[in-house]
C-alpha cells in the first residue's frame, strides 16, 4: 500500500531506526496505520498483541477479533485455571506476529518499554517472529532521560489508574520508585530496544496524531 511521505523530523528518525536495522513506516492518521498493520498480517498467521490504548484506539484490536486470524488472547481471558492460563500466555508471547505499543522513543532511535509482569516486551525482545510497533508522535522524546520520565510518570502512571491499582504514581500523579514494590507495580521490567539483529522483523508504525498514554 502506498506510505506517506515522512515529515522532516520523521525522516531523520527512520534513518535513525535502520542504522538499528528497525524500520518505520509513517501513517498520518491513526485509520492509515490501522490498515498498514492489517496489510502486514497474513491470513491464518497467529497473531498475539501486547497491551496498548493505540492499538485500542486506532481499531487494530476490533479487527484481530473479527479478522482471519489465529488470536490467542480472548481464548486466554477465558482461561480460569491459573495455571493453564499463564501457559497459555507464555505460548502466545511467541506468536508468528506481535502487535503492540511503545512507551517512548527516542529522537536517536531508542524504543522503550515497561511491564507488570513482562509478557509483552518478552515478545518484543526475542519471542515473536515479527513485531510491529505502533506509536502517535507524542511518544518521541528527546533522549532515554525524558523516556524514563515518560514511561514512568505518563504511560506507567496512567496503565495503574486504568488498572485501578494503587500505586504511587496512581495515587499522586508521581513516581515514587523507591516505595512502590509489590504486584501493583506496573513497570517492574524494563526494555530498551536498540538494534535489531534480524532483518524484517521490527517495523515502527508512527503516527501523526496524538495517541495512547
Ligand atoms: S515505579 Fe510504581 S509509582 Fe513509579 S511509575 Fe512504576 S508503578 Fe508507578
Redesign the pocket.
Known amino acids: 500500500m502506498e506510505l506517506t511521505e515522512c515529515p522532516p523530523a520523521i525522516a531523520s528518525l527512520k534513518r535513525e531506526l535502520a542504522r538499528r536495522n528497525i524500520e518505520l513506516d509513517y501513517c498520518d492518521t491513526g485509520t492509515a496505520a490501522r490498515n498498514l498493520v492489517l496489510s502486514r498480517l497474513p491470513a491464518g498467521a497467529t497473531v498475539m498483541n501486547g497491551g496498548s490504548a493505540t492499538l485500542e484506539q486506532i481499531g487494530v484490536l476490533d479487527a484481530l477479533r473479527t479478522g482471519p486470524y489465529e488470536y490467542p488472547r480472548p481464548k486466554i481471558y477465558l482461561i480460569n485455571d491459573p495455571v493453564k492460563r499463564l501457559a497459555a500466555r507464555r505460548n502466545a508471547s511467541i506468536a508468528d506476529y506481535f502487535v503492540g505499543g511503545i512507551n517512548a522513543i527516542t529522537s536517536a532511535g531508542e524504543i522503550v518499554n515497561s511491564d507488570g509482569s513482562g509478557n509483552r516486551i518478552a515478545a518484543y525482545a526475542f519471542g515473536a517472529g515479527k513485531l510491529i510497533l505502533v506509536a502517535g508522535i507524542n511518544k518521541i522524546v528527546p533522549d532515554l532521560g525524558a523516556a524514563f520520565e515518560r514511561m514512568?510518570?505518563v504511560a506507567?502512571?496512567d496503565e495503574?489508574r486504568h488498572l485501578g491499582v494503587d500505586?504511587?504514581?496512581?495515587l499522586t500523579g508521581n513516581?515514587?520508585?523507591a516505595s512502590?514494590r509489590g504486584p501493583q507495580?506496573?513497570?517492574g521490567k524494563v526494555l530498551i530496544i536498540e538494534n535489531e539483529k534480524v532483518s524484517g522483523r521490527i517495523c515502527v508504525v508512527l503516527i501523526g496524531e496524538e495517541l495512547g498514554y
Open positions: 514512568r510518570n506507567a502512571r495503574c500505586t504511587p504514581c496512581a513516581c515514587d520508585n512502590c507495580r506496573q513497570c
